[in-house]
T-cell receptor, first 117, second 112 residues
Framework: EPEVTQTPSHQVTQMGQEVILRCVPISNHLYFYWYRQILGQKVEFLVS????????KSEIFDDQFSVERPDGSNFTLKIRSTKLEDSAMYFC???????????????FGSGTRLTVV | GEDVEQSLFLSVREGDSSVINCTYTDSSSTYLYWYKQEPGAGLQLLTYIFSNMDMKQDQRLTVLLNKKDKHLSLRIADTQTGDSAIYFCAEKKGGSQGNLIFGKGTKLSVKP
């Protein structure tokens, strides 16, 4: 079964450093998403991406965050200057269609645990 | 505001039925979902229900939707130890293309 792959599985970084979280979505999917889950809290939507641009973003996704699809396979989330409160599990997801059209649901990756020290 | 609430823990014996409950607030939600997360794994879509349905059955899984009370439940028949996981309820935010609002998750423990 096709999978969404995320690397690394765990990343530790110092406060103020830039981090890039990487994701390889399923190859025929067109919509890409990032979510995060702070320990003990809810899974929260960050951003959705389609046709090489952001289609929707949440209040969490401020100027410190950016996303990119640098080539035909990778989808990255960059945090420019990490803060302690950015420590969380970050999930990438992809879907073939927007949920408004056909419901295929998302396929989620296993997540990257980011620890900011 | 938007919120999805679920109880945090449920413990059942193997072979019993499990019922995981969820309440949501966005009356314009069109789809509601149940995701399963096993340790160290991602979020796996288990099932979903469209808001004009009351019930959906898929093998051992039964989803009930009470739209008036904004209450969603997931029933797992003949629960097995392999069903032990965290189960997340989620609603698609009204008017959104892809923003899912998740609950905190219910940790299901199945005792042999």
């Amino acid at each position: 079964e096709p999978e969404v792959t995320q690397t690394p599985s765990h990343q530790v970084t110092q406060m103020g450093q830039e981090v890039i979280l990487r994701c390889v979505p399923i190859s025929n999917h067109l919509y890409f998403y990032w979510y995060r889950q702070i320990l003990g809290q809810k899974v929260e939507f960050l951003v959705s991406f389609y046709n090489n641009e952001i289609s929707e973003k949440s209040e969490i996704f401020d100027d410190q965050f950016s996303v990119e699809r640098p080539d035909g396979s990778n989808f990255t989330l960059k945090i420019r200057s990490t803060k302690l409160e950015d420590s969380a599990m970050y999930f990438c997801a992809s879907s073939r269609d927007a949920l408004t059209k056909l419901n295929y649901g998302y396929t989620f990756g296993s997540g990257t645990r980011l620890t900011v020290v | 505001g938007e919120d999805v609430e679920q109880s945090l823990f449920l413990s059942v014996r193997e072979g019993d039925s499990s019922v995981i409950n969820c309440t949501y607030t966005d009356s314009s939600s069109t789809y509601l979902y149940w995701y399963k997360q096993e340790p160290g794994a991602g979020l796996q879509l288990l099932t979903y229900i469209f808001s004009n349905m009351d019930m959906k059955q898929d093998q051992r899984l039964t989803v009930l939707l009470n739209k008036k009370d904004k209450h969603l439940s997931l029933r797992i028949a003949d629960t097995q130890t392999g069903d032990s996981a965290i189960y997340f309820c989620a609603e698609k935010k009204g008017g959104s293309q892809g923003n899912l609002i998740f609950g905190k998750g219910t940790k299901l423990s199945v005792k042999p």
